[in-house]
């Protein structure tokens, strides 16, 4: 089997899922999106999935993404940052992500927009909320206590604009109960920003909990390109 026999089965098996967990949320396929995470994989990959049809990719590390947008960037692909971010990379971040799923803390803002100024655009801007325990230590997203004053500065913010939200379901917890609580913060960031109605929630191993939960984006890496190598 080819590479491209390979990505194309499963992709058409990712595709099945996220239609028939849809179907079973009473929802049309056509809400739910999908980007690809291609985060350890080549290039060569990320072609091979455009040709398939895929629009949307996700990468998580700064360099590989920068890279790699820069080595696809003959092809229509929408760039969507997902990984954590530091400061003095956000502005370099900005300059070629078309959306930045990772954005947990205000300090983040103006580089972002920076970036997206000296880009001539605007970037697409998800929150990303923290759906830990309170009592984990570092962890990635905004504490949903704070997520109103954040989604209120990014507002503000020129060059960038608010789209919804995005979250990782904890490790060590069921994720339909990590996805239910975030369902809850949605609809209350909904009533103060109600056009921002992105949510960006599921995995390769959860999206059917996150689609039944209201996700508008699931992120799938490993069902559709295989398992990565492990991290150093
Ligand atoms: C790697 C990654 C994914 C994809 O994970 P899979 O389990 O491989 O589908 C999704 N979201 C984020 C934030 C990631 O870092």
């Known amino acids: 089997m080819t590479r491209a026999e390979e990505l194309s089965d499963n ?11 849809a179907t ?27 040709d398939l049809g895929v629009a949307d990719v996700g990468e998580n590390r700064h360099q590989e993404a920068e890279a790699k947008a820069a080595e696809c960037a003959d092809l229509r692909l929408r760039w969507h940052f ?7 990379k956000a502005a370099a971040v900005a300059a070629y992500a ?11 803002l103006a580089p972002l927009s920076r970036g997206a ?24 997203g905004v504490a949903p206590d704070d997520l109103a004053s954040l989604a209120a500065a990014t507002v503000q913010t020129e060059g ?5 939200l995005m979250a990782v379901a904890p490790l060590g917890e069921d994720p339909a ?38 996700a508008t984006h699931v992120r799938v ?12």
């Open 177 to 214: 109960a990590a996805f239910d609580r975030l369902a809850r913060i949605r609809a209350g960031f909904l009533t103060d920003h109600p056009d921002a109605t992105v949510l960006s929630a599921g995995m390769s191993g959860d999206l059917e909990q996150a689609v039944a939960a209201g």
């Open 82 to 88: 997902i990984g954590g971010l530091q400061s003095n």
């Open 221 to 232: 890496g490993s069902a559709v390109l295989g398992s990565r190598p492990a991290v150093p």
């Open 24 to 50: 079973a949320a009473g929802r049309g396929d056509a809400e739910v999106g999908l980007v690809v995470v291609t985060k350890f994989f080549p290039a060569s990959d990320v072609r091979l999935l455009a």
């Open 160 to 164: 960038l604009a608010l789209r919804g």
């Open 98 to 108: 078309d959306v930045v799923e990772s954005v947990d803390r205000p300090k983040l």
């Open 117 to 140: 100024h000296e880009r001539g655009r605007t970037v697409d801007v998800l929150l990303q909320v923290s759906l830990d325990p309170p009592e984990h230590g570092a962890r990635a």
């Open 11 to 21: 992709l058409a098996r990712v595709r099945a899922r996220i239609a028939s967990a």
